[in-house]
């Protein structure tokens, strides 16, 4: 258990739809990343938080967003929802911008019908 | 463009077999490597990393890679695969864009240990 949680484990939605996907980092993390796991992708970055703020954008669509709220969990919104979203996305934390281990939470697997 | 490249889709060992596992990046600076491993339907653990000092270093479950500057690669080796080893690894390595990191990954080697 790396101490990461995510919400919910499974996800299954129409195309046009829109999600939100929860992380709650380590205690003491107080930074958030989020990656997407795909068949046809692979593992790729999204995003990153550091205490509340956008750090570093990756492959992250315009119809995906993401936030960290002050008690330092992070949400992932997807709209607009296609059949090639349907991936596994995963949160990690890390203690800080600086310290490259990051901690990956279980996933949450969404599948866009 | 940083990149990591895992030549081998797929390796099967039998257990008890020494087990090495080819990673090579491409990175304009010190490069910050790790291997994690995913189970099926889990996600990823940190196996080791290396950030700089010994080159070679010493992860979980005893596992070890080797940093070679010189030919960009940071290989993952085991003396003696277990059953319980099977499953999809992945080398990454960080990068600092604006000074926090993220990972850029390998496409992963999926391991399948023969009893």
């Known amino acids: 258990d790396s101490g990461v949680t995510q919400t919910p484990k499974h996800l299954i939605t129409a195309t046009g739809q829109r999600v939100t996907l929860r992380c709650s980092p380590r205690?003491?993390?107080?930074?958030v990343y989020w990656y997407q796991q795909s068949l046809d992708q692979g593992l790729q970055f999204l995003i990153q938080?550091?205490?509340?703020?956008?750090?570093a954008k990756g492959n992250i669509l315009e119809r995906f967003s993401a936030q960290q709220f002050p008690d330092l969990h992070s949400e992932l919104n997807l709209s607009s929802l296609e059949l090639g979203d349907s991936a596994l996305y995963f949160c990690?934390?890390?203690?800080?911008?600086?310290?490259?281990?990051?901690?990956f939470g279980p996933g949450t697997r969404l599948t866009v019908t | 463009a940083q990149s990591v490249t895992q030549p081998d889709i797929h390796i099967t060992v039998s257990e008890g077999a020494s087990l090495e596992l080819r990673c090579n990046y491409s990175y304009g600076a010190t490069p910050y490597l790790f291997w994690y491993v995913q189970s099926p339907g889990q996600g990823l653990q940190l196996l080791l990393k290396y950030f700089s000092g010994d080159t070679l270093v010493q992860g979980i479950k005893g596992f070890e890679a080797e940093f070679k500057r010189s030919q960009s690669s940071f290989n993952l080796r085991k003396p003696s695969v277990h059953w319980s080893d099977a499953a999809e690894y992945f080398c990454a390595v960080g990068v600092l864009p604006g000074g926090y990191n993220k990972l850029i990954f390998g496409a992963g080697t999926r391991l399948a240990v023969h009893p």
């Open positions: 990690a934390s890390s203690v800080g911008g600086l310290d490259y281990e990051q901690y």
């Open positions: 938080y550091y205490n509340g703020e956008e750090r």
């Open positions: 205690s003491g993390d107080l930074s």
